[in-house]
């Protein structure tokens, strides 16, 4: 038996459904998803991988259904999932470690999100292993949250590098009209129940990140104004908040604010690596590439921002040198430009866009060049697979990976 059930719940997730599930079966034998009413394949797909679905009516609160979810689980640690979410192989055995000798009660892992740009993965810390006990619940109409009554337990809780990958933010599933709409419906009813504190600040910023996408970025400012207000001035989400405010001025296009917003928020915020950062990017966007450089050199010498709830990954590592060697290669600083790919390509070997570009600034020498640069910075293995892994090849690419195949025993 596993000590291990996984819940999910679900609506129209064909797409993703299969993925989730193949990569939980190896730590479970219980798999329950409660489908709120898909018209699609979800059910039949996720009855395939061996789920008991249970079908219930979508009751307009997402709290309600997970609840659901977890209450129909058999073992003694539940894992909830979100159906666009991948357990990592590789962190399979560290989660079943985790619970078959456990020093918390609840753990907090780490969720890498997937855009439409691989430069832009982010990563959080999300609640979702947690003992299987009727104290332990769900609530809130939507972005709902189970911290709370793990406190009010007087349960422990502890972070777990266990990795979750998620696909939820990709372009098309982001902008999916009717999933913005209903989202937007439900935060409106839980405002319209919410006296006045540090939720209904949660709220409102989760409302104006859904209003972004449905271009509403006037409302969307007020409600961070809002969101700000209401949380005390010290709340562990205003660098947060105020990341988010000078974003949605950058979709709106209005530079100027953005840099306002940025120098306020570093005020009061002077070590939160993501602002310097982001406003590097703003700059680039504007053609000042003099000003970008000079904010990823900074966010490089601040490095990895430390106790904040929520940092986008690399921003002060391989993020900023990766900038850096776009802005050198731009200047026709080829030169530098390579140092920094290369510096990049150490610090995040499977980081794709720097070594697309690295490959794409050598094209034209010769295979064993181009490998004896690379070898200066990883092992020849590292080097194998990390290009095996890519979809497709250029013929550049594909030289590169037969001279090294060819010579493996030689550069070992």
């Known amino acids: 038996m596993s000590d291990i059930s996984v819940a999910l719940i679900v609506r129209n997730e064909e797409r993703f459904i299969t993925q989730c599930l193949e990569s939980v079966k190896p730590i479970t034998d219980d798999i329950v998803v ?12 996720a009855e395939k991988e061996g789920a008991r679905v249970i079908s219930r009516p979508w009751p307009r609160d997402f709290a309600r259904a ?19 979410e991948v357990l990592l192989e590789d962190d399979q055995h560290m989660l079943i470690e985790a619970v078959k000798h456990p020093t918390a009660d609840a ?8 855009t439409d740009r691989p430069e832009d993965l982010t990563e959080a810390r999300v609640t979702r292993v947690f003992r299987n006990d009727p104290r332990i619940r769900w609530e809130g109409r939507v ?12 349960m422990t809780l502890e972070p777990l590098d266990v990795r979750l990958m998620h696909y939820g933010y990709l372009k098309e599933v982001m902008t999916d009209r009717n999933k913005l709409e209903r989202n937007l419906d439900l935060l409106d009813q839980s405002l319209s129940e919410t006296k006045p504190n540090e939720w209904k600040a949660y709220l409102h910023w989760q409302r104006a990140q859904t209003l972004v996408p449905l271009e509403r970025y006037d409302d969307a400012i007020k409600d961070m104004r809002l969101a700000m207000t209401l949380a005390h001035p010290t709340a562990a989400l205003q660098p947060l908040f105020w990341l988010t405010l000078a974003k949605i001025f950058t979709a709106k ?12 928020a570093l005020k009061l915020f002077p070590d939160y690596t ?3 950062y982001w406003e590097g990017q703003v700059f680039l966007d504007e053609g000042l590439w003099d000003k970008a450089e000079q904010r990823f050199k900074k966010a490089l010498a601040m490095g990895v921002p430390k106790n904040y709830l929520q940092s986008e990954l690399g921003v002060g590592t391989f993020k900023a040198l990766w900038q850096l060697a776009r802005i050198s290669r731009m200047q026709g600083k080829m030169t530098q430009a390579e140092a920094y790919y290369l510096k990049t390509i150490e610090l995040k070997p499977a980081f794709y866009p720097a070594w697309k570009e690295y490959l794409a600034l050598l094209d034209g020498n010769p295979a064993p ?9 990883l092992p020849k293995d590292t080097i194998i ?8 090849l250029s013929m550049n690419e594909q030289a590169i990976l037969s001279y090294l195949q060819d010579t493996k025993n030689e550069l070992g």
Not at 34 to 45: F, H, Y
Not at 107 to 114: A, D, E, P, Q, T
Not at 253 to 262: E, G, I, N, S
């Open 34 to 45: 409660v489908d709120t009413g898909s018209e699609d394949r979800t059910i039949e797909l």
């Open 66 to 84: 997970r609840n659901w979810a977890i209450e129909e689980a058999k073992n003694p640690w539940i894992l909830m999932l979100d159906a666009d």
């Open 107 to 114: 753990y907090n892992i780490r969720i890498v999100s997937l």
């Open 143 to 154: 972005h709902e949250q189970i911290i709370p009554s793990i406190g009010r337990a007087g």
């Open 253 to 264: 296009r209005d530079y100027h604010k953005v840099h306002q917003t940025v120098r306020e």
């Open 274 to 276: 993501d602002l310097v």
């Open 369 to 377: 060049i181009i490998v004896t640069r690379l070898s200066m910075v």
């Open 385 to 392: 697979r990390t290009i095996s892994s890519w979809a497709s």
